[in-house]
């Protein structure tokens, strides 16, 4: 409906301007062998870093305030990083030709197809054994690590106390990354097999901060509700450089 250019103004008080937040500001949260800053910004906007041994993490988004409440969004949402289910490679041409010269699995970039040397495998046997290890270059178990020169004893070595491999959960430590157990028979594994997969980085080393909440008290913000809980000691402002007066050497 149009409203008239003469109408009479509304009555009430308008609402005061908005003032500045008080979570508004710089924090720090590091800690011994901990790097952890925090920036939430006038404009509606936050940044956060972290650094701790081989894991860098860093993440950004928008933020409100609800009575005394900071809560968070990112913006844009990450995409976590996943292992996916590829194909399964040729029967082994080792020289041999047994069973035992393929690698029962591998894992690969998936950007370039190159083997992604970072994961671990928990296997599980049909004959109840379970075992975990890392996925080397030519996957797993290992034909060039150097355990596989002098071989471990049965209960650590699935080349000889695991029957049938069953199930495959694939991980990524440094950045708590977790596959489904994957079914190795459903997807047509047998002997003499290997079964590839393939791993996206897609937004690896960035925090979901989606639904954290904050409360600030005696300088200290404390964020709950997302991967770890955390508190971040506020800093006090930035001093500007004074610029000298006209005339004053």
């Given at each position: 409906m149009a409203v008239s250019a003469h109408a009479a103004p509304p009555q009430g008080n308008p609402e005061p301007p908005e003032t500045p937040s008080d979570f508004v500001g710089r924090y720090n949260g590091s800690s011994f062998e901990t790097a952890m800053g925090m920036e939430i910004l006038a404009d509606g906007t936050w940044r956060w870093g972290l650094s701790v041994g081989a894991l860098d993490m860093r993440a950004k988004g928008t933020w409100q305030r609800r009575g005394d409440t900071l809560v968070l969004a990112s913006a844009p949402v990450p995409v976590a990083p996943e292992f996916a289910w590829s194909r399964l490679d040729p029967v082994s041409a080792a020289p041999d030709k047994s069973s035992n010269a393929?690698?029962?699995?591998?894992?690969?970039?998936?950007?370039?197809?190159?083997?992604?040397?970072?994961?671990?495998v928990e296997l599980q046997c049909r004959n109840g054994e379970t075992f975990s290890g890392q996925i080397h270059r030519d996957g797993y178990p290992s034909a060039i690590a150097l355990e596989y020169q002098d071989p471990p004893p049965p209960e650590r070595d699935p080349r000889q106390s695991c029957d049938v491999p069953t199930t495959a959960t694939l991980v990524q430590s440094v950045y708590n990354v977790r596959s489904q157990p994957f079914d190795l028979a459903a997807m047509g594994w047998e002997p003499g097999r290997t079964a590839r997969f393939v791993f996206s980085p897609n937004d690896m080393g960035v925090a979901d901060f989606t639904g954290v909440t904050g409360s600030l008290s005696d300088g200290t913000l404390t964020l709950v509700g997302g991967e770890w809980p955390m508190e971040l000691r506020k800093l006090p402002p930035a001093k500007s450089a004074e610029t000298p007066a006209s005339g004053e050497d």
């Open positions: 393929a690698p029962y699995l591998r894992v690969v970039w998936s950007t370039n197809f190159e083997p992604f040397p970072y994961a671990s």
